[in-house]
């Protein structure tokens, strides 16, 4: 069964500095990992995906994620936070069998101070 | 360009009333569709998927039950509602594991 872990519920970081959310994923096979984000009340917004290729995938809003197969991890990065990137962080494994589902994490929440 | 839409935005209803949300998906054909619940803001269940008209995948024994009657429509239904079935409810879309989900704008229930 495939699983994602985010094991921070919370990152705190000031304008300016660069970011961080960890994601580690567990999955049998080759995966297919994603990030997402989610204001409040909103649907979940895509920010990027790894599918094969090269190892840095950027994405939307300057967001950045390095896949790294032999620490089975997918972290999410920015190199210069904003108070506006303050919002809920979700990382989503995928599966490969019928249906195609989609594993989320718990989710870790940015708060960004000025 | 495909869409994807999702009512209603909020609802409160009484325990023991039915419910019927809708989902819709425009500009595509014959894609993957799921029903996600989301708890205190936080993590995302999977409740039912759906490759085809007619055809459901329930995740976890609930309160709830799904419909595909047309191939970009998905129906979320409840005869009895209960407190616990409050929550945030997520529809999305896809066509193939390569292409990334793309979310409704949910629909906030409150069960009173």
């Known amino acids: 069964a495939q699983s994602v872990a985010q094991p921070e519920d919370q990152v705190n970081v000031a304008e300016g500095n660069p970011l961080t959310v960890k994601c580690t994923y567990s999955v049998s096979g080759n995966p297919y990992l994603f990030w997402y984000v989610q204001y409040p009340n909103r649907g979940l917004q895509f920010l990027l995906k790894y599918i094969t290729g090269d190892n840095l995938v950027k994405g939307s809003y300057g967001f950045e994620a390095e896949f790294n197969k032999s620490q089975t991890s997918f972290h999410l990065k920015k190199p210069s936070a904003l108070v506006s990137d303050s919002a809920l962080y979700f990382c989503?494994?995928?599966?490969?069998?019928?249906?195609?589902?989609?594993?989320f994490g718990t989710g870790t929440r940015l708060a960004v101070r000025p | 360009s495909q869409t994807i839409h999702q009512w209603p935005a909020t609802l409160v209803q009484p325990v023991g009333s039915p419910l019927s949300l809708e989902c819709t998906v425009e500009?595509?054909?014959?894609?993957?569709l799921y029903w996600y619940r989301q708890a205190a803001g936080r993590g995302l269940q999977l409740l039912f998927y759906s490759v085809g008209i007619g055809q459901i995948s329930s995740e976890v024994p609930q309160n709830l039950s799904a419909s595909r009657p047309q191939d970009r429509q998905f129906i979320l239904s409840s005869k009895k509602l209960l407190l616990s079935d409050s929550g945030f409810y997520l529809c999305?879309?896809?066509?193939?594991?390569?292409?990334?989900?793309?979310f409704g704008s949910g629909t906030r229930l409150t069960v009173v």
């Open positions: 999305a879309w896809t066509l193939d594991r390569g292409i990334p989900y793309t």
């Open positions: 989503a494994v995928r599966e490969g069998s019928s249906g195609d589902k989609l594993t």
């Open positions: 500009g595509t054909s014959n894609p993957n």
